[in-house]
């Protein structure tokens, strides 16, 4: 038991990580046009990245699937920028039941999967039996982004329940300034990319 709650602590603690801010800004990307009161649909989203995510990471981990991380690492803040975008152009208000964002946080969770893999690879070592480390690794990381969100969907309660910020304007904010800070860093991503 003290395995799993290592590697749960691990996934979640590596989540909400400042310095894996790419993570937290995908998360903060998902929710931004959705309030306290859509916590399921955040819910199925978060879970839905979790899914693309798990189904990645527990091949890269076994190398059946094998992409350079340096190409993983320009294609995270990608997938952030291209979330946000979609955001600022949407053209309802409130999210429908059948979204883009469902695509983008299933989709873009085996992207981002693989950027998880190389940390994980790293703490299993020699390891052999990798489904329980697995599991908890990725049950610490939907804990964490169930964080994140929390953070996000009051922050946005706040905004706009609060302070009276019309829903519309809250999301461009939101979604602009991640898009930028994404922008940026794929811009220098791929500049270290192509020096490699």
């Known amino acids: ?32 046009v959705y309030l306290l009161e859509d916590w399921r649909k955040v819910l199925v989203l978060v879970t839905a990245f979790t899914i693309g995510h798990s189904i990645t990471l527990a091949l890269s981990v076994t190398n059946v699937v094998y992409i350079k991380s340096s190409v993983i690492e320009f294609l995270i803040p990608v997938t952030i920028a291209i979330t946000a975008f979609s955001n600022v152009i949407r053209k309802q208000t409130v999210p429908g039941k059948l979204q883009i964002n469902y695509f983008f946080a299933g989709f873009f969770g085996l992207i981002h999967g693989m950027g998880f893999s190389g940390y994980l690879k790293s703490l299993l070592g020699t390891q052999t039996n990798i489904v329980r480390p697995l599991l908890a690794f990725n049950l610490g990381l939907e804990f964490g982004q169930i964080l994140i969100v929390t953070g996000v969907l009051l922050l946005a309660a706040i905004v706009v329940n609060i302070r009276h910020v019309k829903r519309r304007d809250w999301n461009m904010f939101l979604s602009s300034a991640i898009f930028g800070v994404a922008f940026m860093m794929a811009a220098e991503r791929y500049q270290e990319l192509m020096v490699k």
């Open 1 to 32: 038991m003290n395995e799993f709650v290592m590697y749960f602590q691990m996934g979640w603690q590596h989540i909400v990580d400042w310095a894996g801010i790419d993570h937290i800004l995908f998360i903060a990307a998902l929710c931004a």
